[in-house]
């Protein structure tokens, strides 16, 4: 359990740095100097990417703090629907879920 505190504090850290890099790199994008029309286009399509790679950056981000949230409660090996042990082999393969693979189901979401 320390362990997937561990790896979840890591993840964070991780995230948090990926979704400031991408936010640099758009800053970049939206100061478009002097390029001509095509560029401009393949630098548009670029922040779409990036836009969407940024969320869900941002999506998993607030799974693992609040996986934290509940680690710190006492009740990270708990499903938060159902009150049910999470299975552990579901912790090690997604150390952010917070939903047994019941739940996780139900809920229909290919999250945690
Ligand atoms: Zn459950």
């Known amino acids: 359990m320390e362990d997937r505190q561990k790896v979840l504090e890591a993840l964070r850290e991780e995230l948090i740095e990926?979704?400031?890099r991408y936010k640099v790199h758009k800053l970049r994008l939206e100061n478009p100097l002097d390029r001509d029309m095509e560029e401009q286009a393949i630098e548009l399509e670029n922040e779409?990417?990036?836009d969407?790679?940024?969320e869900e950056a941002e999506e998993e981000l607030r799974q693992v703090v609040h996986a934290l949230e509940r680690i710190e409660?006492?009740?990270g090996e708990q499903c938060e629907r159902c009150g049910e042990g999470i299975d552990p082999r579901r912790l090690?393969?997604?150390p952010y879920a917070?939903?047994?693979i019941d739940c996780a189901e139900l809920e229909?979401?290919?999250q945690a």
Do not use: H, S
């Open 48 to 50: 779409e990417v990036i």
């Open 98 to 100: 917070t939903l047994c």
């Open 52 to 54: 969407a790679l940024e």
């Open 18 to 20: 990926r979704v400031d």
């Open 92 to 94: 090690e393969a997604i």
């Open 108 to 110: 229909g979401r290919a």
């Open 73 to 75: 409660e006492g009740a």
